[in-house]
């Protein structure tokens, strides 16, 4: 029998479209709370999340505009617009970085999976609260001007754009795996 987490777990679908309401302050404290809970190898602590609203949300799109200007010098306005309004397609974004330390014996690939871990851990937080989530990254993920401005060197990595917010529209109703195409007993 499914227990309450394992049926949230099992219906579990990344939800596109979002709108407000966002998490209130109390519900983001306890998201927030549950991804820093991630499994952490010699506890580093390599996680760093950057909370995004309202003008947030405005200052991101100007400079995911900025970014995209600097990759592609001849874009259009309407090229830049789309990029500009990327980040008002949710009410909240929660912005995952990860900053490895130096470790004899945990090495950066370690402290990565643990912020994704984080990830996932604030999708089924937010879940369990009524809320929907998508884990975003695409290119600018990966731009230098992008990475500047959430303060990463080059050993850090910018793990997601975890967009956040009320589901509109249905789960998607998902097939059932064949487990024995991914799973073996050893
Ligand atoms: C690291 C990572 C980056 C992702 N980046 C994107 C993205 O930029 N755009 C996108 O549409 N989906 C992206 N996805 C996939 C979605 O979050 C989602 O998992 C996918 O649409 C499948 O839906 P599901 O989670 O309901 O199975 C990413 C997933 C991961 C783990």
Redesign the pocket.
Known sequence: MATAVLEQLLA?????RLAAPAPDDMQLDQVLRAGLLAPDHAYLRPTRLHVVTEDGLVRLGDLFARAFLDSDPDATEKALDKARGKPLRAPMIIVACCHPSEHDKVPAIEQIAST?AC?SLMQTALDSLGYGS?????PM?YHPLVREQFGLTDQDHL???LYVGTAKGK??V?EQKQLDDYCRRF
Do not use: D, E, K
Not at 12 to 16: E, L
């Open positions: 579990r679908s990344s939800m596109p994704a990830v998508m884990w975003r990254t695409g993920a793990l997601a754009f789960p998607r998902r």
